[in-house]
T-cell receptor, first 114, second 116 residues
């Protein structure tokens, strides 16, 4: 079945450090891929998405590229800020007219220290 | 910006008791969902709801669970007889179109259910 695997946390970085959170997926067909973020005390928010191979999603300085050959969708940011501290979830949804719902990874907690 | 509101933010209940988790989806949304996350585990799909009926449910969503949209604004998840393993964060979400066409679920901030 479809699944998402993301790197275990927590990840602790200093401000302005480079961030990578790895995400790989297993899916039949051609899923859409997402990163969601959950700030402390808040709900899940869509951070970025990509709907087909080689698409790059980007938002708030974060980027992720849909790599079909490596079944990956790694999240990157060149210079993190304290305000980026949150839990990040990689997710997929089967594309087209299928019945798929969102399938999430376990989440990776990021803490950014000043 | 429109929000999905969930209440309560935290509920503690005794094993065997019934609980109702409440959600107010975004007003013009038509599709509603419940997901849950057991501590340290993945966020898992429970159920989707459209046009006053369940459109899809997962294996987790057994006879102990039910959903309702009682008054056109609230969307509730009821667990009839809670078990310890029901302890989790429960997320409500809504979308204006089905998951096949709109990628933009809006999630609530969750209800943390603790069964003791």
């Amino acid at each position: 079945g479809n699944s998402v695997t993301q790197m275990e946390g927590p990840v602790t970085l200093s401000e302005e450090a480079f961030l990578t959170i790895n995400c790989t997926y297993t899916a039949t067909g051609y899923p859409s891929l997402f990163w969601y973020v959950q700030y402390p005390g808040e709900g899940l928010q869509l951070l970025l998405k990509a709907t087909k191979a080689d698409d790059k999603g980007s938002n708030k300085g974060f980027e992720a590229t849909y790599r079909k050959e490596t079944t990956s969708f790694h999240l990157e940011k060149g210079s993190v800020q304290v305000s980026d501290s949150a839990v990040y979830f990689c997710a997929l949804r089967e594309g087209g007219g299928s019945q798929g719902n969102l399938i999430f990874g376990k989440g990776t907690k990021l803490s950014v220290k000043p | 910006e429109p929000e999905v509101t969930q209440t309560p933010s935290h509920q503690v209940t005794q094993m065997g008791q019934e609980v109702i988790l409440r959600c107010v989806p975004i007003s013009n949304h038509l599709y509603f969902y419940w997901y849950r996350q057991i501590l340290g585990q993945k966020v898992e799909f429970l159920v989707s709801f459209y046009n006053n009926e369940i459109s899809e449910k997962s294996e987790i969503f057994d006879d102990q669970f039910s959903v309702e949209r009682p008054d056109g604004s609230n969307f509730t998840l009821k667990i009839r007889s809670t078990k310890l393993e029901d302890s989790a964060m429960y997320f409500c979400a809504s979308s204006s179109q089905d998951r096949g066409k709109n990628y933009g679920y809006t999630f609530g901030s969750g209800t943390r259910l603790t069964v003791v």
